[in-house]
């Protein structure tokens, strides 16, 4: 398994590109399901969960062509399997965004139940009901979910989510584009990444309207055809990113991003001390104020609130933060595995339920830790890039689900990392 070594206490300064939405790229790759015609998509980053993605079309019998690094030319024309398998689902939740395209096209679908990040439990049971709720009938068999269309097409209705939920929004609008009537989802998820999943089915043919708001409305259409579409820019990545110049007390000028996409994240860190200078729609400039980091509490929450996507990104800022400073998790429960690595960096966090108490300004020294999940990496590597001596980070693999060429990108700012591949020094990053 690979693992990183990483050398604290360099400032990270330079330029850096950020690549496309692995949130948007996933379901953006779903819909290619929707036609038979051929989807092409650019700006696919090449992580190994889009990889996973692609494997799974294709076992699907859909044909992926990449003309370049990241573009992926998808036609699903010669569709015979209408299933999901666990040795794929398990490594990935995202492979139940297959559900929504295949039950909406072909009236029939089957996906094991998922895995994916080591973050509580996560229920599929909103998607499924959901899919009731447009005609289909949904048992479990043997770890898999069975869906059919009992006349092999869903029928257009009021679906009123009581949780909002990303992938249930997602897999509802991809049902309801090519079922009979309309479709209104209420309490819908407001994502960024949902509005550009809405752009790609529309430039397909689908009717959709409202997506970025809470409600949501799909005018069934008979058939859709072939686009071309280039994915957003990862506001995760990029806020990563930020909180890398801050935690570093460095400078990092980041292209290619969607400021807009971040407006929670970016007010946040203004707060805790970060100046964030937009120096045109799609580049940020971003460093550390001179007056330094202060506390400030935060708590995730649906968009357009602070993404639970950066919480240990930002609890790793927090160690560094001059007071004490409580971090709200409630979007996911068992989401503060960073905290116990960061502990034992020398940090000092106390959790309670959903809460995590930091109390900053603590030196955090290099320590042999373990990454838990995609997330919580990022978290880890923050902090060892912050840190007094050299810190090995294990099962990295976690980080190489989301984030292309971390190590290649940070070496580029200046750090000290590298990747070790079964015990040997990789000089350059192998691409994942
Ligand atoms: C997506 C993102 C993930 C992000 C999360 C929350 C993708 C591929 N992943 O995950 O990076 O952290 O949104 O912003 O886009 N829930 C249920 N039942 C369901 C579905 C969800 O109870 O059927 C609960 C979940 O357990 C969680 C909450 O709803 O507590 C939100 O989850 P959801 O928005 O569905 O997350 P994902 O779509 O899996």
Redesign the pocket.
């Known amino acids: 398994m690979d693992k990183f070594k990483v050398r604290g206490g360099k400032p990270l300064r330079g330029r850096i590109e950020i690549g496309g939405a692995?949130?948007s790229a996933?379901?953006c790759l779903a819909a290619t399901l929707l036609t038979a015609d051929t989807v092409t998509l650019h700006n696919v980053p090449y992580v190994r969960d889009l990889i996973t993605q692609r494997r799974l079309l294709e076992d699907l019998g859909a044909t992926v062509l990449t003309p370049e690094l990241r573009t992926h030319k998808v036609t699903a024309g010669n569709i015979e399997v209408f299933e999901a398998p666990y040795h794929l689902v398990k490594t990935m939740?995202?492979s139940v965004l297959a559900l929504g395209p295949l039950l909406g096209r072909f009236g029939q679908a089957k996906v094991s139940l998922p895995g994916g990040c080591a973050i509580?439990?996560?229920?599929?049971?909103?998607?499924?009901k959901a899919f009731e709720q447009l005609g289909a009938t949904v048992s479990l068999e043997s770890g898999d979910v069975v869906a059919r269309a009992p006349k092999g097409r869903l029928v257009g209705s009021v679906i009123d989510f009581e949780?909002?939920?990303?992938?249930?929004t997602e897999n509802v609008m991809m049902a309801a584009a090519l079922a009979k009537g309309a479709t209104t989802i209420r309490n819908a998820?407001e994502?960024p990444?949902i509005e550009d999943l809405a752009e790609l089915m529309n430039k397909m043919g689908a009717r959709i309207k409202g997506a970025g708001t809470s409600t949501i409305t799909i005018e069934g259409v008979e058939g859709l055809g072939g686009a071309e579409h280039t994915i957003i820019p990862d506001r995760i990545e990029t806020g990563t990113f930020m909180v890398a110049a801050a935690i570093t007390d460095g400078e990092i000028e980041i292209r290619s991003c969607r400021p807009d996409h971040l407006t929670a994240v970016i007010e946040k860190l203004r707060e805790a001390g970060v100046e964030i200078d937009e120096l045109n729609p799609s580049t940020l400039l971003v460093r550390r104020s001179s007056a330094g980091l202060v506390a400030r509490d935060v708590t995730t929450e649906?968009h357009p609130n602070f993404?639970?996507?950066m919480q240990a990104q930002y609890m790793a800022l927090m160690t560094q933060a001059d007071g004490e400073s409580k971090v709200i998790e409630t979007?996911?429960e068992n989401r503060f595995m960073h905290a116990s690595e960061l502990i034992r960096m020398g940090a000092d966090i106390a959790i309670s339920g959903n809460t995590a108490v930091v109390r900053g300004k603590r030196r955090l020294m290099g320590a042999p830790i373990l990454a838990s999940d995609l997330r919580a990496s990022a978290s880890l590597v923050l902090a060892a890039l912050c840190a007094d001596g050299e810190t090995v980070i294990d099962r990295v693999y976690h980080i190489d689900r989301g984030y292309e060429t971390i190590v290649r990108k940070l070496r580029s700012l200046g750090a000290d990392i590298e990747r070790i591949k079964e015990g040997l020094v990789a000089e350059v990053e192998t691409e994942v």
Do not use: Q, S
């Not at 509580?120 to 499924?128: A, F, S, W």
């Not at 949780?163 to 249930?168: A, E, F, H, I, R």
């Open positions: 692995k949130n996933l379901p939740r995202a509580g439990t996560r229920p599929i049971d909103l998607h499924l949780k909002v939920t990303v992938t249930g998820a994502e990444e649906p993404p639970t996507d979007i996911f």
